[in-house]
C-alpha cells in the first residue's frame, strides 16, 4: 500500500518564536484533542526512578523503553523545550480508531530556528472494536521555521504514513488518509499563519 505524503511550505513576516507551541508535540493533544487524546516524552530506555512517572505494571523492555504489555501506557519522562533524540508517545485518532504509536522525536528550539523532526518506532496497538497490534508502520515528518537572510521566516512541514491496522480496513483508512493529511496540514498552514501575513506554496 502507498503511504500517504505531504509536504508543505510558508513564508511570512513575523517571528519564529510564533510557532514554538505549534511545532511542540507535548502541547498537541490540549490544542487538537479531537485528534491526540494524550502525547508525552517516553522515560529513556532502562531508567528508573526520578527520572520517570507511570511506569507500565508489568514493566518496561530494557532494550527499547517499551511497555511488554501493549496495551499499557509507557513510563513518563519530565517535559520539556528541546530534547535530542527521545521516544514520544501518542494516542491518535485517525477514521474513529486510537492508534497508541511511538515515533523517535528531536525538538531544537532556538531564536532563529525551531523543528521538529520524527520517525516511526513502533505502533504499540490500534483499539477499534477489540485492539490489534501494530497499526502504523511508517510515520516520518518534519515541521521546521527558520529566520530567512532576508527577515522572514520559512516554514516547512512534511509527513508521510502508511496504516496497517484494522486488516479489514486497511485499504479505506489508507485511501482517507491520502485525502486528510494534506487536507488537514494545508489547513493548519493557512490557519496557523492566518493574519500574519503569510504566504503558502505547497
Not at 63 to 89: I, K, N
Not at 106 to 126: A, F, G, M, W
Not at 130 to 137: E, K, L, V
Request: proline share 8%; with cysteine.
Amino acid at each position: 500500500m502507498r503511504p500517504a505524503s505531504y509536504r508543505g511550505t510558508a513564508s511570512f513576516a513575523g517571528s519564529v518564536a510564533s510557532l514554538s507551541r505549534a511545532l511542540n508535540p507535548l502541547h498537541w493533544h490540549e490544542d487538537a484533542p479531537y485528534l491526540w487524546f494524550e502525547t508525552y516524552l517516553m522515560a529513556p530506555a532502562g531508567s528508573r526512578g526520578a527520572a520517570e512517572t507511570g511506569a507500565p505494571p508489568h514493566g518496561t523492555s530494557p532494550d527499547t523503553g517499551l511497555p511488554w504489555f501493549r496495551a499499557e501506557a509507557p513510563a513518563q519522562a519530565p517535559a520539556r523545550d528541546c530534547w535530542t533524540p527521545t521516544q514520544l508517545f501518542e494516542a491518535v485518532v485517525f477514521d474513529h480508531y486510537l492508534y497508541r504509536n511511538v515515533l523517535l522525536t528531536d525538538r531544537v528550539n532556538q531564536p532563529d530556528k525551531i523543528s521538529l523532526h520524527y520517525s516511526q518506532v513502533e505502533c504499540l496497538e490500534t483499539v477499534a472494536r477489540r485492539p490489534c497490534d501494530g497499526g502504523i508502520d511508517l510515520d516520518v515528518g518534519e515541521g521546521t521555521a527558520t529566520r530567512e537572510p532576508d527577515g522572514t521566516v520559512r516554514l516547512v512541514v512534511t509527513k508521510t504514513i502508511r496504516f496497517t491496522q484494522p486488516q479489514a480496513a486497511t485499504a479505506e483508512v489508507n485511501l482517507l488518509a491520502h485525502v486528510m493529511v494534506p487536507l488537514c496540514f494545508d489547513f493548519w498552514l493557512h490557519a496557523g499563519l492566518f493574519g500574519t501575513g503569510g504566504s503558502t506554496h505547497g
